[in-house]
């Protein structure tokens, strides 16, 4: 089987919502986060592969091969204060791993990979000529999940590339950091889009695209060319979007029963005037330039 697609955007941007609705379709089998520093496959040099670094693309071009093949060999890491539970992962692998030997077995027609660290990998991806659905979330609305979470900002890996000045952002406060941060590794989709360079790129924009799921269920069948089939994928879209829940739980990290186009916009109740103007300033044409982009 081929990788025939990727889901990818920054960590808490939607992901791995998207990469359930892709799930939800019986052709497609989703590898979840291969690319995870923690959890994916052994040997993953550093978060956030990088396009522009010789030794992360060829890395990324192996690890899909094996993907591809069935051979990918997912890390694990002994947990000692629990020894029954390691002795069982041991024997039958960590729940990736075990994710994974249930997508190459089940079948289906096409492979995907849902992974946030291959953001800045988006235009070797396109090299390739895999069709690419990137999510985009408001770094504003990002940061308040990583604060509910209790979650850094990781400037730290940007470190050795630091391409928005992430690292020297650090200490002007997390405002100035997240908008760092978000403008680097959004960075190689938006200079591939400004070069009109996207045939191939759906952009989810997470603050729009709920506000009529309709539209939304067309133009990704349209970009996956599948038609009108598979009910399921209709159901997923209603049914994971029309919730109740507008405040998330403390520390709940995914929510499928919530009101997602209340929660979009519901950001900027938590900011200044003064901290909106400041994302305005510092991130507005690079949010506007990726969400005005034209999915085909």
Known sequence: ????????????????????????????????????????????????LDHRRDKDTKFALKVVSEIENGTANFRWTPK??????????????????????????????????????????????????????????????????????????????????DPAGAIRAREHGDIAAICAFWNGVYLPVLDLLRKGSGESIFIANHEEMFNDIEELEETLRRFLEIGTAFPEFS?????????ETVN???????????NSSELAKSWKKSFSTEEIRYFDDNVGEAFETLNSWKNG
């Open 80 to 161: 000692w204060k629990n020894p029954v539970r390691s002795f069982g992962t041991l024997v039958l692998g960590t729940r990736a791993a075990r994710h994974f030997r249930q997508v190459v077995r089940s079948g289906v027609e096409k492979l995907a990979i849902k992974d946030p660290f291959l953001l800045m990998m988006v235009p070797e991806i396109q090299r390739q000529g895999v069709k690419t659905i990137v999510s985009v979330r408001h770094p504003g609305a990002i940061l308040l999940s990583l604060r509910r979470l209790s979650w850094p900002i990781p400037t730290e890996h940007l470190w050795g590339r």
């Open 1 to 48: 089987m081929k990788v025939d697609l990727v889901i990818t955007g920054m960590h808490r941007s939607g992901t791995t919502w998207m990469g359930r609705a892709i799930d939800a379709l019986p052709i497609y089998g989703v590898v979840h986060e291969p690319f995870n520093v923690d959890h994916g496959v052994r040997d993953v040099p550093n978060w956030y």
């Open 248 to 258: 998330p739980s403390h520390k709940k990290l995914h929510d499928f029963s919530r």
């Open 235 to 243: 159901s997923f879209l209603r049914n994971s979007t029309s919730g």
